[in-house]
């Protein structure tokens, strides 16, 4: 079993639409998660960090983390095609330097105008 | 301005041979990273470097050897290219507060 499950998707919705991408893990000693966004040829970017249960928001987007679960999530109000790509979950036990980051194996989104 | 630029963005090689890929960053940070990215989008880190010193080596080859000369530079040199290093390849750069910034990646081909 991954560490980390990220259901790959693809998922298409029209704009407008709430979306909603999801992981699961199963290390308890991940703390501290994060959402990137890679557009097709570029690297990851950074889109949501966060380290406690519960909601964290930024414009469109919200991060939520569920730690009894071990599930996050993130959500996207108002869905535009800007927002097609795919979108990775990371996690990591702490937030020290050299930390490395599992990432889930990411979720294509198609926003469909 | 690019905080973490890498070169080539692009390469295709023949099996066998030995090839390099260079990764600069412009922030200052002292932590930079490998990570490999394979054909399903799955995104593993390969090593870091903390101020010059290997810090993480995940599993890797021995074929794979990264190599810091200064603290804004990690290159990473593979020998004996295999059809399976096809990939690609990020650095990335990590703040104080672990945030990780990726390069734009380069792209290995193996023919």
């Known amino acids: 079993q991954k560490e980390v499950e990220q259901d790959p998707g693809p998922l298409s919705v029209p704009e407008g639409a709430i979306v909603s991408l999801n992981c699961t893990y199963s290390?308890?000693?991940?703390?501290?998660f994060m959402w990137y966004r890679q557009y097709s040829r570029k690297g990851p970017e950074l889109l949501m960090y966060?380290?406690?249960?519960g909601n964290k928001e930024d414009g469109r987007f919200t991060a939520q983390v569920d730690k009894s679960s071990k599930y996050i999530s993130l959500f996207i109000r108002d869905s535009q095609p800007s927002d097609s790509a795919t979108y990775l979950c990371?996690?990591?036990?702490?937030?020290?330097?050299?930390?490395?980051?599992?990432f889930g194996t990411g979720t294509r989104l198609t926003i469909i105008p | 301005d690019t905080a973490v630029s890498q070169t080539p963005k692009y390469l295709v090689t023949q099996m066998g041979n030995d090839k390099s890929i260079k990764c600069e960053q412009n922030l200052g940070h002292d932590t930079m990273y490998w990570y490999k990215q394979d054909s399903k989008k799955f995104l593993k880190i390969m090593f870091s470097?903390?101020?010059?010193?290997?810090?993480i080596n995940e599993t890797v080859p021995n074929r794979f050897s990264p190599k810091s000369p200064d603290k804004a530079h990690l290159n990473l040199h593979i020998n004996s290219l295999e059809l399976g290093d096809s990939a690609v390849y990020f650095c990335?750069?990590?703040?104080?507060?672990?945030?990780?910034?990726f390069g734009e990646g380069s792209w290995l081909t193996v023919v």
């Open positions: 470097y903390n101020n010059k010193e290997l810090i």
């Open positions: 290390n308890s000693a991940f703390q501290y």
């Open positions: 990371a996690m990591s036990a702490s937030n020290f330097g050299n930390e490395k980051l599992t």
């Open positions: 966060t380290y406690s249960s």
């Open positions: 990335a750069i990590s703040d104080p507060g672990n945030t990780i910034y």
